[in-house]
């Protein structure tokens, strides 16, 4: 009886350790993501600033036009 508790209380402690490296992992994922965070919104301010003039709208609309006749004509010949 007595080993039988003794592994149930020694796969515990091995879960909550297992559980503890998970967290730990998890906690420096979310550094990593604010770090991306950061340089994406710095993307996202440049690419407001090029897009508030006009021409820059226009060449945008045209490269967008070119992109999707070229996947409509792929579509079309695959």
Known sequence: MLKKVSRILGSLIKLTGDTHEEVEGHNGMGNEMDASRGILSGTMDK???VFE??????T????AAFVIIFLIVYCLTG
């Open 47 to 49: 690419f407001k600033m």
């Open 53 to 58: 003039t006009k021409s820059s709208r226009r």
């Open 60 to 63: 945008f609309s045209l490269v």
